[in-house]
């Protein structure tokens, strides 16, 4: 009887370590977790910022403004130009 | 006695039986007050108390919700959310030394008059300093590390393309809510909902058990909408040009895709910057294209000559007299700027007459007219889940006098917005059929609703293509490599319930190319200054310069000579009177 009892105490001792153990990663798996979410957050509130930006830079009116001033281009005259397509076939 | 004794001897005592039943009656008496007490505990106050221990380590948080994008149709984008901080202060809490004032005063941009009244009032337990700072100006304040001063994440829109796009898209408010434009008509969709959820914290303020969620965030969708931005730069500066050059009030263009019925270009001059809305007018914030309208003069003689041409009473040959270039009815007479004795049909439209006009008009039942003009949109509100968008005013038939059905013709006393009137154009551009809109990009083909029979729709197309011809009134609408239809107008403004002498509206609708249109647009220029005012002079060129671009960026084929056009004769041709 007593041997019987030892040893559900050496069982219930086992299963209350592995319960905190299991407990204590769970925890440390779910704020790494939470970790991962905000750095989710933080990419996605960069990239909208990166957009922002690189909508301002292509801004149409600034192209134009450094393509015709800095570079000096300007729009091809229509008959140099020879459009290709499925459409048009010429 | 020997018991007695014999006990005594031993070391036993008797005692009293009171002594035992009073330790028992006592112990008993200290367990019920226990139980009692772990019953009340347990039953009646578990709220409070579960409460109480929640508070502890569990916490509740905001889980914000970022606002949806907007991007033009080629994914550039249009407004976009941004975090930002706010500065906010428990004014009882704040005690400031000069120093440190000066310091605060000058990282929030406000003088230090301005940060003691706010903080004037001490009975207030949160007042805003300011709102929406750079994060990292934001942190410097925080950095200083001032009682009773705090800061608060917000989100910010910012508008890349600025004032080019600002009718359109419209703004939000400092809450970050959609207060004008697409902003505003697509909030449900674009808004996100904040969520919340429970979690446990450790004593370090980590999160390290998730509790429950109780409203799970929704970030806002994007939207993309069907606008070019490539094109709608290219509308937006035309238009300022040319409004600026002629000295206008203002001006307003649309661009539509016939094909799909997308909106790919709307402006708007004057224009607002939507990043900066400190000093703003109402006449900035006006959407000429769709929340406001106007008699759209000549523009609206094509749908007379459509109908006319449709009940089968004319063809584009058949002869209307004309002369002596008026008509007069009872107390009333229509004049013509360039006097002809006879037209035809298809002259009425390449001279812009308005005897013509008003002629083939009377030669028709009024409800005729009436329905026609409400087939293609006219008086109902187009269907762009667009906010404030006006419907226009077509009054019903039985009210018309025989002069009122004649000055309709060529487009008085009936209004209607810069949108509805382009929408009405692509009749002629898809051979009969009146496409629905969108703002919102669409891949599919639009379905249109049959309104005038692919001839009647054809040889009106023609007419148009003979109004931009040397002879016409719009030969200034042409672009070299591209066949160009469309119909200029000149009307009187109206003011104080009459016409004004010297104000006009000067308008061009216009589609291209004419041998498969595929796009239509409309120009308006409010209140240009003489002697410049014809639409032939003021608007066409718009046309033909958002016309052009257009075509080239969507890389529509030719077809048509490339030569080099042959300029106007004058501004002779132009003059038109309504």
Redesign the interface.
């Known amino acids: 009887m007593a041997k019987l009892n030892l040893l559900l105490l050496a069982v219930l001792v086992a299963c209350a370590l592995g319960l905190v153990t299991s407990q204590h990663k769970?925890?440390k798996l779910?704020?790494e977790l939470?970790r991962e979410r905000d750095r989710a957050r933080e990419l996605?509130?960069e990239y909208?910022?990166l957009?922002?930006e690189?909508?301002?830079w292509?801004?149409?009116?600034r192209v134009?403004r450094i393509a015709a001033g800095t570079l000096g281009l300007r729009t091809p005259d229509?008959?140099t130009v020879r459009?290709v397509?499925r459409?048009?076939g010429? | 006695m020997t018991g007695a004794v014999g006990a005594a001897a031993q070391g036993l005592v008797r005692l009293p039986v009171w002594r035992a039943r009073f330790v028992l009656a006592a112990l008993l008496a200290g367990f019920s007050a226990l139980v009692l007490r772990a019953l009340y505990l347990q039953a009646v106050k578990t709220d409070f108390l579960q409460e109480k221990g929640d508070a502890r380590y569990s916490r509740l948080l905001e889980v914000p919700a970022?606002r949806g994008?907007v991007f033009d149709r080629n994914g550039?984008?249009?407004a976009?959310?941004?975090?930002v901080k706010s500065i906010w202060a428990i004014p009882q809490d704040v005690a400031l030394k000069p120093a440190q004032k000066r310091k605060l005063a000058a990282l929030l941009g406000i003088t230090t008059s301005e940060l003691d009244k706010k903080l004037a009032d001490p009975s207030r337990d949160f007042v805003y300093l300011k709102r929406q700072l750079p994060p990292d100006t934001a942190e410097a304040v925080i950095e200083l590390g001032l009682p009773g001063i705090y800061d608060q994440r917000e989100f910010r829109r910012?508008y890349?393309?600025g004032e080019?796009t600002a009718h359109l898209i419209g703004f939000t408010g400092v809450d970050d809510t959609g207060q004008e434009g697409v902003e505003l008509a697509h909030q449900d969709s674009l808004g996100g909902r904040a969520g919340s959820r429970r979690v446990i914290k450790d004593r370090l303020g980590?999160?390290?058990?998730?509790v429950e969620s109780i409203r799970a965030a929704q970030d806002g969708k994007d939207l993309t909408l069907a606008i070019d931005?490539?094109i709608q730069?290219v509308a937006y500066?035309a238009l300022k040009g040319a409004v600026a050059a002629n000295r206008a009030k203002a001006g307003a263009i649309i661009a539509l895709d016939v094909r799909t019925g997308e909106v790919l270009a709307l402006a708007n001059v004057p224009s607002f910057n939507p990043n900066n809305r400190t000093r703003l007018s109402g006449a900035q914030l006006r959407n000429r294209v769709i929340t406001d309208l106007f008699e759209p003069g000549s523009t609206l003689k094509p749908f007379t000559i459509a109908l006319a041409l449709e009940s089968g009473k004319v063809t584009p040959h058949t002869t209307i007299p004309t002369a002596p270039g008026r008509l007069t009815i009872g107390k009333y007479t229509i004049r013509d700027v360039h006097p002809a004795s006879t037209l035809t049909v298809a002259q009425v439209i390449q001279k812009s007459s308005n005897v013509g006009a008003a002629r083939i008009a009377l030669s028709m039942p009024r409800e005729a007219m009436w329905d026609f003009f409400h087939a293609v949109g006219f008086g109902s509100v187009p269907q762009l889940g667009f906010p404030g968008a006006a419907a226009g005013k077509l009054r019903p038939y039985h009210t018309w006098k025989p002069v009122e059905q004649a000055t309709m013709s060529y487009g008085h006393g009936i209004s209607l917005s810069l949108i509805q009137l382009a929408r009405a154009y692509t009749v002629f551009a898809t051979d009969g059929e009146l496409v629905p809109l969108t703002l919102v990009k669409s891949d599919a083909v639009a379905t249109g609703e049959r309104v005038v029979s692919p001839q009647t729709a054809r040889a009106v197309r023609a007419m148009l293509e003979s109004a931009v011809q040397p002879g016409g009134t719009g030969p200034r609408a042409r672009i070299?490599?591209w066949r160009v239809a469309g119909k200029t107008g000149t009307a009187h403004k109206q003011e104080n319930g009459g016409y004004a002498a010297q104000k006009y509206i000067a308008s061009f609708v216009g589609l291209a190319p004419v041998s498969s249109p595929r796009v239509v647009i409309a120009v308006m220029i409010d209140e240009p200054a003489p002697p410049h005012y014809y639409g032939g002079e003021v608007a066409a060129p718009v046309f033909s310069q958002v016309m052009q671009g257009a075509l080239r960026l969507l890389?529509v084929?030719?077809d048509a000579p490339?030569e080099p056009l042959e300029p106007p004769s004058g501004a002779e041709a132009a003059g038109e009177s309504t």
Request: net charge neutral; no cysteine.
């Open positions: 769970g925890r779910f704020s939470e996605d509130i909208g910022r957009q922002l690189a909508s301002t292509g801004l149409h009116s134009e229509p008959r459009l397509g459409e048009s010429r | 970022t994008r550039e984008a249009l976009v959310s941004t975090p910012y890349p393309a080019v980590r999160i390290v058990e998730d931005s490539k730069n500066n070299m490599g890389g084929p030719h490339l």
